[in-house]
Structure formats: C-alpha cells, structure tokens
C-alpha cells in the first residue's frame, strides 16, 4: 500500500463504463485516492482490483441520505478527507410529458441533483477545513436547453446547474472551487458505438479527454477559476444559412441572417406567418438528434429567435421559419 499522507482524496458519484470509469483512471493516475460511489457493487468492485489498494469501490444509492453519509464516512476512515467531489450521477433520458410517471421523475430529480447536492454537504466539511477543495458536476445540453422528449433528465440537469451557480457563490470565497461541465455530445463507449454510427463531420467526445478538462479545473489557481466550461467535438456541424435555406431560395424571402449551433436569428420588418418544412433524418440538422423545444423570443431591434424541434416519434426535424414582408 502507498503512502497516502500527502495523496489527495477524491470521490467520484456515478461510475460506470464510460466516462464515470475514466475520471477515476485519471484521478488514480494523478496520484489521488479514489473512492468510486455507484448503486452496483459489480463494476466498481472489478475497477478497483484493476487499479489497486488507493481506489475504492463504495456501492452506494446517491439518492439516499444516509448512503452517502455511510460512503463518506468509509472514504474517510480508508482514504483521508475528501478534497476533490465529482457529481456524476444522473438518471435516463426518459420520455416526453405523458409517458413520464410521477415516480420516473422523482427518480430522475433524486439521482442528478437531490444526490448531488447530498455528495456536496457531505464533502463540504472536509474542504472547509482545509481552506480548499474541488467540487465539479456533471452537465449536458439538456443543462442550458431542455430537451423535447426528456421532461425528467431536462428538469434534473437544469436544477444541477442552479447548485453548482449557487454553491459557487457561496464556497469560491471560502477556498472551495465549484464547477460546472457541459458535456455537448455524444461520448466515446462501447454501448453508444452499437447504437449510434459516427461520423467524420461529428466525432463521439473521447472519456479520456473530457476526463482531462476535469482535471485541469481541479489543477487550476484560484485567480482564474472557471465556474462552467462547454466540451464539444472540434468538427461540431454548426448550422449555417446554406444548409437552412436550401430549397427556400425561390421564395425569395427577405431575412437578414445570423446562423448559430442552436437557432436562427432574423430581423424582421413585419412579420406576416409561420410556416414549416421536413429536412429529412440523416441531413444538416441531424447530426445529433437534438431534441431542442420549439420556443420564440422576442429581442431588442425587432429581433425573433426561433428554435428547432423534431417531429414526434420520428427522427426529422421540424424547422420553424417566419416569412417576412419586405420593408
């Protein structure tokens, strides 16, 4: 067994096959002690005997309070106090509003953000201690725009967000470096590749580089701590006016354009209707399945943002345009 004296403790929330699995190799090869929380002992019990004595498996229910005060408890009896916390925890995907179930929603709620934010008063009190200490949960698209079809995984993601921005005003002053990571994309794991064919345009995010951004925060100085990063593959399909008006030229529409990853900007003079086309599964906007609400703002200047949505049970998108009457 190493000595463990000057070895930083860390526990990561939610580990299984992908990512989960390398934050704690990473962790492990930053010379930290890691205890692995997860509601299956299975998994972690075998990545702990492939990583050796300094990490430890501790099947535990995040959602549970006292669960989580047991595996702290264990992690500090065994490894020391804790001084870096990864909220990785969170539930499915799920369904849209009618087929999500009461218990479903609860469920989603409790693992993500009741569970984080269990982890976070449980490893609070080992870092103010200190004066120091690392806090990062885990994000996703669905943190900063909810996602038709994923009522329960949206809400839980968002309330996420919220106790990471809370959490950071009130711990930074006091030492404590609380972040927040969106992860926009498809990770790298053998059970997404079955399901999901990658493509050149749009790589799948590799677990061992995100795992590298996680570890740069917990690396950085306190007089330039990040409160939220964005991870997203470098050849992301952005969409761009070509793509969106393909098929629209004849119509001889007068739009003064900005084209951004998830909405299309217009500056109308007056606006006369609202009509639709389908872009077929596998085209532009695609590439990623993005379950985006269809939503309209009003800006300053006249602007209107319009937002996509796809098309229930089927994999097009349904994308909303305004004509406009020219000045």
Not at 72 to 95: D, N
Not at 144 to 173: C, D, H, I, T
Not at 180 to 199: L, Q
Not at 297 to 317: M, N, S
Request: with cysteine.
């Amino acid at each position: 067994m190493t000595d463990r004296k000057h070895k930083r403790v860390a526990i990561v929330a939610g580990v299984g096959p992908g990512l989960g699995a390398a934050l704690v190799h990473k962790l492990a090869k930053e010379g930290c002690c890691v205890g692995m929380f997860a509601r299956s002992p299975e998994f972690i019990s075998k990545l702990a005997a492939e990583l050796g004595a300094d990490v430890l498996a501790v099947p535990t229910d995040v959602s549970d309070a006292k669960q989580v005060a047991a595996g702290f408890r264990s992690v500090r009896q065994q490894l020391g106090p804790v001084q870096i916390l990864i909220a990785h925890a969170s539930g499915s995907v799920g369904e849209g509003l009618m087929k999500t179930k009461r218990d479903e929603f609860e469920k989603s709620w409790r693992i993500a953000a009741f569970g984080a934010f269990l982890c976070a008063r449980e490893a609070v009190s080992d870092m103010l201690e200190r004066g120091a200490g690392a806090m990062i949960f885990t994000g996703a698209t669905s943190s900063v725009r909810g996602r038709g079809g994923a009522v329960a995984f949206s809400s839980a993601k968002f309330a996420v967000r919220g106790l990471a921005q809370s959490l950071a005003v009130e711990l930074w002053p006091k030492g404590i470096h609380v972040a927040h990571v969106i992860i926009d994309g498809v990770i790298d794991t053998p059970k997404v590749r079955k399901a999901y064919k990658p493509s050149a345009k749009e790589p799948l995010l590799k677990p061992e580089a995100i795992a590298g951004a996680y570890w740069n925060l917990v690396r950085q100085d306190r007089s330039a701590w990040s409160l939220e990063i964005d991870l997203r593959p470098d050849k992301e399909t952005f969409f761009e006016s070509r793509h969106l008006f393909k098929g629209l030229v004849q119509e001889k529409l007068c739009f003064a354009v900005v084209a951004t990853m998830r909405s299309l900007i217009v500056k109308p003079p007056i606006v006369r209707k609202v009509f639709d086309f389908v872009i077929p599964a596998g085209g532009e906007l695609t590439h990623r399945r993005r379950s985006i609400s269809a939503q309209y703002f009003r800006h300053a200047a006249g602007f209107l943002e319009i937002l996509l949505e796809p098309l229930e049970d089927a994999g097009d998108f349904h994308l909303f345009l305004v004509r406009q009457k020219p000045v």
